[in-house]
Nanobody
């Protein structure tokens, strides 16, 4: 069964940092474009960051540019989202997603994780 699993969420104070991790069960992420999304209660899902299969191309939404960084470790089958300068408005469930292809940001994603919760609060 193909599955993505996120980890690393939790409670952090404003201004703090967290690193989210995403790995795959049942398949290799090596040939997939990956992305991180988030969804806060009552809000639409927002794509935050994308990375191509090689790891050489990334894009970030304006809302997180300069604060969040997506990266991948192909040999370890992992994708990360490093988050700095966290704000209360970053509070949400965070999801990783995978799409087949060579693009950086895909129009649709084939596989999704169950999400990890991030709460930014003092």
């Amino acid at each position: 069964q193909l599955q993505l699993v996120e980890s690393g969420g939790g409670l952090v104070q404003p201004g703090g940092s967290l690193r989210l991790s995403c790995t795959a069960s049942g398949f290799t992420l090596k040939y997939f474009a990956m992305a991180w999304f988030r969804q806060a209660p009552g809000k639409e899902r927002e794509r935050l960051s994308c990375i191509d299969s090689s790891g050489s191309s990334t894009r970030h939404a304006d809302s997180v540019k300069g604060r969040f960084t997506i990266s991948r470790a192909r040999a370890q089958n992992m994708v990360y989202l490093q988050m700095h300068s966290l704000k209360p408005e970053d509070t949400a469930d965070y999801y990783c997603a995978a799409a087949g292809g060579t693009m950086t940001c895909a129009p649709e994603y084939d596989f999704w994780g169950q999400g990890t919760q991030v709460t930014v609060s003092s």
